[in-house]
């Protein structure tokens, strides 16, 4: 498996402001994704963190809203911008290797809790 | 495009007692996995089990086992000996062999108690 760590663990902002989370991961990893869970819900990916290039989102999530980089195969951060109490949410950092065993498995991190008021 | 299932929004067990988990898939694929993740209220999603579509046998882990029908779609997980620690949010996943993304589509999820 991976152990995955996120920072803030939660976090509490103001409408109108951005956060960013970061994911770190103890080994290097193939791929890297951010899911967001709202109260009570299931996941819903939010994008492909793509090492080196931009992220790859899916349909409902834009560049602008939630910016992702990922600098190397262990980090990532997600950016929540100009955020409002619908941003309200669990953000979820998973990964998953390529190679070896538990081939195309995801491992989550911990979550960080998001409050807007 | 493939979706995931779970119509039990929530169920309860007493404990040591077994309880299955159901669990519905769709998709045109042949080639796929599918998993049990368990999610306690710490949050963090562990993975409890996984199906090869390609395997006709069905997995076990110890207290927990998978029923996968393939021609009906249908995948639960049976939880034997249910403990105290077993309460948590479970969330089938499916995901695809074929597509080169690795990414995962979850059911809806199923909250399960476990009664002292």
């Known amino acids: 498996s991976a152990v995955i760590s996120q920072k803030p663990s939660r976090d509490i902002c103001q409408r109108g402001t951005s956060l960013t989370i970061q994911c770190q991961v103890d080994?290097?990893?193939?791929?890297m994704f951010w899911y967001r869970q709202q109260p009570g819900q299931s996941l819903t990916l939010i994008a492909t963190a793509n090492q080196g290039s931009e992220a790859t989102y899916e349909s409902g999530f834009v560049i602008d809203k939630f910016p992702i980089s990922r600098p190397n195969l262990t980090f990532s951060t997600l950016t929540v911008s100009n955020m409002s109490p619908e941003d309200s949410s669990i953000y979820l950092c998973?990964?998953?290797?390529?190679?070896?065993?538990?081939?195309?498995?995801?491992?989550f991190g911990p979550g960080t809790r998001l409050t807007v008021l | 495009a493939q979706t995931v299932t779970q119509s039990q929004p929530e169920m309860s067990v007493q404990e040591a007692e077994t309880v299955t988990l159901s669990c519905t898939y769709d998709t045109s694929e042949s080639d796929y996995y599918l998993f049990w993740y368990k999610q306690p209220p710490s949050r963090q999603m562990i993975l409890v089990i996984r199906?090869?579509?390609?395997?006709?046998q069905n997995a076990t882990e110890n207290r927990f086992s998978v029923n996968f029908q393939k021609a009906a779609k249908s995948f639960s997980l049976k939880i034997s000996d249910s403990q105290l620690g077993d309460a948590a949010m479970y969330f089938c996943?499916?995901?695809?062999?074929?597509?080169?993304?690795?990414?995962?589509?979850f059911g809806t999820g199923t909250r399960l108690k476990v009664l002292a």
């Open positions: 080994s290097q990893v193939t791929m």
């Open positions: 996943a499916y995901r695809s062999d074929t597509s080169g993304t690795y990414k995962y589509i």
């Open positions: 998973s990964v998953t290797r390529l190679a070896g065993g538990l081939m195309g498995e995801q491992f």
């Open positions: 199906q090869e579509a390609y395997k006709q």
